[in-house]
């Protein structure tokens, strides 16, 4: 029909007509279940153990869709039979939760905690308290793991009755501050000043508070960033093993520690685990790279400025980056408030001389927002695959475009290069 990929639809049907299948579905599974969630991350590092599990030959499913609220994960239980040895969950932090109650997860995953959809979460800190409510409702005989270099998380789950497990990144040693960071950076204990003495993204890093001692950033399963290269990829070591990544940037670093961790507690050792990471396919819109016009488009999700600025270092660090599209949408899944963009390390774009053109809905908001980076944008296109395609036309042989997109014109993005394929393979049968 067009509409989407038909990964809520069974659900939306299950939810309406049969109330309690979740909770008896749920009572009836043999399957181990992870759910996975936080702010960002959560598709890359559910996707990265799915595809570490099944390196092994477990059968593994999941809401591979992307669909992580409710009705998703009901669509997901839908495909699972006896012989489902593991069912791996993204879920989003609203329903996170209920689900923990219902489902009793062996294990749940805490990526990180942003500032994200304003609108409907509000700061940060209530995202870490959620978080740790879900923490505190496993089972004795679950573990969560959680990223120790974010203090809002680790304070939010210090103290829960299911067994912690840490990760978290080395970063290179040169860098020791994030210079573009604006979130908060208090002691989630006793709301002083917190000091890092290394910062990876925002407020992630190692640190300690000088008022009360609370520290975070130590210990656990740990990534050491061994080479960037840009948005070609990323090399990482873990526990001694080494993965190269096809993903770029700080937070795959971060991604592929969480799955590693995951999949230890699982029975999968970190030498394994890491060589199923070298064969790992991005997921759409998470450093995929679509080829338009003959010239390599990189598709990365941006949503919040913590996220933003990741990719923007990553793009603005590879020397083939020659244009970049900035499509921001203001519909429900990307929360209606896109004040952040005004957070986001745009300028760093601009100084770098990249052409930038302005789409999604909310296209002349964010050439206002290149204006006062000091840049002057390309003329405004809301029809984002238009934009696209003359961002790649800028590109000489052996550069490559860039598409920053939130979630929704990420989806409108993928729908019109749908549109446009079943258009060219219809011509193609005349």
């Not at 595809?51 to 009705?71: C, D, F, K, P, Y």
């Not at 006896?82 to 997860?105: K, S």
Request: with cysteine; glycine share 10%; charged share 20%.
């Amino acid at each position: 029909m067009g509409a989407g990929g038909g990964t809520s639809l069974p659900g939306l049907f299950l939810e309406r007509f049969d109330p309690s299948f979740l909770r008896r579905a749920a009572a009836d599974i043999r399957a181990k279940v992870v759910l996975v969630t936080g702010t960002n991350g959560k598709t890359t590092s559910a996707s990265m153990i799915r595809h570490i599990l099944r390196s092994q030959g477990a059968t593994v499913t999941g809401n591979e869709g992307g669909s992580n609220m409710t009705r998703g994960i009901w669509t997901a239980f839908l495909d699972v039979s006896p012989e489902t040895d593991y069912l791996i969950l993204e879920v989003d932090e609203g329903v996170v939760p209920h689900l923990t109650e219902t489902l009793r997860p062996d294990l749940l995953v805490l990526t990180n905690v942003f500032r994200d959809q304003l609108d409907r979460f509000g700061e940060a800190e209530s995202v870490a308290a959620l978080l740790g409510r879900s923490a505190a409702l496993l089972p004795k005989t679950s573990g969560v793991v959680v990223n120790v270099d974010d203090p809002l998380l680790l304070y939010a789950v210090t103290g829960c009755s299911c067994a912690e497990i840490g990760f978290g990144v080395e970063p290179q040693p040169e860098q020791t501050s994030d210079p573009f960071s604006s979130e908060p950076q208090i002691c989630p204990r006793c709301g002083e000043d917190f000091h890092y003495s290394q910062q990876t993204i925002g407020h992630l890093g190692t640190g300690r508070c000088p008022a009360c001692g609370w520290s975070c950033g130590t210990g656990g399963t740990r990534a050491k960033i061994i080479e960037s290269r840009g948005l070609a990829g990323v090399d990482i070591e873990i526990e001694g093993s080494r993965a190269s990544l096809a993903v770029g940037g700080i937070h795959a670093a971060y991604n592929a520690a969480a799955a590693v961790t995951t999949v230890a507690q699982l029975g999968i050792p970190a030498p394994e685990a890491c060589g199923a990471l070298a064969s790992f396919v991005p997921r759409f819109g998470r450093d995929e790279v679509l080829e338009v016009a003959g010239r390599p488009v990189h598709i990365l999700l941006m949503k919040n400025p913590a996220g933003a600025n990741v990719l923007v270092n990553e793009a603005c660090s590879d020397p083939r980056t020659a244009s970049a599209v900035l499509a921001v949408n203001d519909q429900a899944a990307d929360g209606r408030d896109i004040s952040w963009i005004w957070d986001a390390d745009f300028e760093s774009l601009v100084a770098a001389g990249i052409p930038l053109f302005p789409s999604g809905r909310r296209a002349e908001d964010v050439a206002v927002r290149i204006k006062y980076a000091g840049g002057q944008p390309e003329m405004a296109e809301p029809d984002i695959a238009r934009a696209m395609r003359l961002a790649a036309a800028r590109c000489e042989p052996g550069q490559a475009a860039v598409v920053f997109a939130t979630y929704t014109a990420m989806l409108q993005l993928r729908r019109g290069l749908t549109r446009a394929w079943r258009h060219r393979r219809a011509d193609s049968l005349r």
